[in-house]
Nanobody, 125 residues
């Protein structure tokens, strides 16, 4: 399995930006599909964005399209989530996840078998 550690969360005003990082260690990072999910209090874990192991396919959740960008740096064993135009509804704990390499991005939690501890993002004035 791969070990994942998220960072970059915090408090930001509506309309602001944050960049989350997910550092991977263990097995070769470039052989995993990677994803970002989020979970707000009382809600199910929600797919945010995913990228295939080859960085060739990227998929976003409907609520973040046009505002968030996922990217991977295989040399640094890190995946990023750039979040722009943040809204109070984006407030949640954000999780990084790794799953078996596939040609498609899986939008369900069942497609991933390694998870980070999460980082809190709060959007509030």
């Amino acid at each position: 399995q791969v070990q994942l550690v998220e960072s970059g969360g915090g408090l930001v005003q509506p309309g602001g930006s944050l960049r989350l990082s997910c550092a991977a260690s263990g097995r070769t990072f470039s052989t995993y599909n990677m994803g970002w999910f989020r979970q707000a209090p009382g809600k199910e874990r929600e797919f945010v964005a995913g990228i295939t192991w080859s960085n060739s396919v990227i998929v976003y959740g409907d609520s973040v399209k046009g505002r968030f960008t996922i990217s991977g740096d295989n040399a640094e064993n890190t995946v990023y989530l750039q979040m722009n135009s943040l809204e109070p509804e984006d407030t949640a704990v954000y999780y990084c996840a790794a799953g078996p390499p596939r040609r498609v991005v899986i939008k369900s939690v069942i497609g991933y078998d390694s998870w980070g501890q999460g980082t809190q993002v709060t959007v509030s004035s």
